[in-house]
């Protein structure tokens, strides 16, 4: 009798409806790993910044859907059994099963920990929908996770190099260059949610992550084309990452290019694409004099994609550790102290484990 494999899914949740949108928002902002300040201090600030910012996210949320929720659930359940068909063939023997892990809303880390242990699961993968790693993303729910099983896991840290993850990215951005007429001219913005700035100083590997990847895009566009790093969803008055997506959109605009922007840090559609990338950008670009304005589509269950998810399951399966990343073991240099690996030096012998921080 084969194995069953659960394979779960972690990524960000989004309300399914208007009134779920402050209990969502509180919840993201009440998170540790998203406003590092004292527990007293960060639940009075969730609660503020969520009731100030709902009206206005409300409306955001009503222009992507008619009942005013999030279509990142819809999304992830798509990319869940795309990957469980893929699993499949390669697994004959085996019965696969992915669950959603949402961190801010329904299904919650714990709904999902649950199903597993219900499932009686003789493996687990913990799989991010983050393909870069951060301590605000992956690192959460890796914390969620460890709170509420108990039992062993395997776990995917990230993928940003992964060679059918960046094939992926350049056929979308190729394909949408060729929707809008093959301009010349072009500037690539390749978006990114942004951080602030200290957690990067404080060793988070994302920031380094997300522009080595711009970098293997850019060497596979064409070679005149502009192409750009950048970060959007600034929250707050810290000083975050940049440069940000909307002065970029604005500069270039302003320049008469014929922008294209590419989400790399998202893989499915919600409303930092459709909303931000897809229309408020899409209004500064035209009121600055931009010649076009092209929204890449995020990956969603593209082939390239979803082939990533599951090499990187299989390659899970078949490691002697616990952790591994696109590169098998530490990605990140060793600056990036962030990193999920830590490289230990056993005190008998030259052997090198890589152990989960």
Not at 26 to 47: C, G, K, V
Not at 51 to 65: E, L
Not at 72 to 98: H, I, W, Y
Not at 184 to 197: D, F, I, R, Y
Request: charged share 25%; with cysteine.
């Amino acid at each position: 009798m084969g194995r069953k494999i659960a394979v779960v899914l972690f990524n960000l949740g989004g309300p399914d409806k208007p009134a779920s949108v402050q209990p969502f928002l509180q919840n993201l902002f009440r998170d540790a790993a998203i406003i590092r300040a004292p527990l007293p201090i960060r639940w009075f600030l969730a609660r503020l910044i969520s009731r100030t910012r709902a009206p206005a996210v409300k409306k955001n949320y009503a222009m992507m859907d008619a009942d005013g929720g999030s279509p990142l659930l819809r999304e992830t359940e798509a990319q869940a059994r795309a990957l469980e068909a893929e699993l499949s063939k390669a697994l004959p023997g085996d019965d696969v099963k992915c669950f959603i892990a949402m961190r801010y809303w329904h299904p919650f880390t714990e709904e999902a920990a649950a199903e597993v242990k219900r499932w009686k699961a003789d493996e687990v993968v913990l799989l991010p929908l983050y393909p870069q790693f951060s301590t605000t993303t992956t690192g959460s729910s890796l914390d969620a996770w460890k709170k509420a099983y108990r039992g062993s896991a395997r776990t995917v840290c990230c993928y940003p190099f992964e060679e059918n993850f960046v094939a992926a990215h350049v056929d979308k951005i190729n394909g949408a260059h060729r929707r809008a007429g093959s301009p010349e001219q072009v500037t690539l913005l390749l978006s990114a949610h942004g951080l602030p700035e200290q957690v990067v100083k404080d060793g988070d590997p994302y920031q380094w992550q997300c522009e080595a990847l711009a970098e293997m895009i850019a060497g596979r566009v064409p070679a005149e084309w502009e192409v750009i790093p950048c970060y959007q969803s600034r929250v707050g008055p810290l000083k975050w990452i940049g440069p940000a997506t909307d002065l970029e959109v604005e500069r270039a605009a302003k320049a008469g290019k014929n922008i294209l922007i590419a989400p790399i840090a998202f893989v499915s559609e919600h409303i930092e694409t459709l909303v931000e990338l897809g229309e408020e950008y899409r209004l500064l670009a035209e009121g600055h004099g931009a010649a076009s304005y092209t929204r890449v589509e995020a990956l969603g269950v593209h082939e390239g994609f979803i082939q990533t998810l599951t090499q990187e399951t299989l390659a899970a399966l078949d490691m002697k550790g616990a952790l591994r990343s696109c590169a098998g073991g530490r990605l990140c240099p060793s600056d990036w102290t962030g990193c999920p690996h830590a490289v230990t030096h056993q005190k008998a012998g030259e052997r090198v484990i890589e152990t989960a921080v």
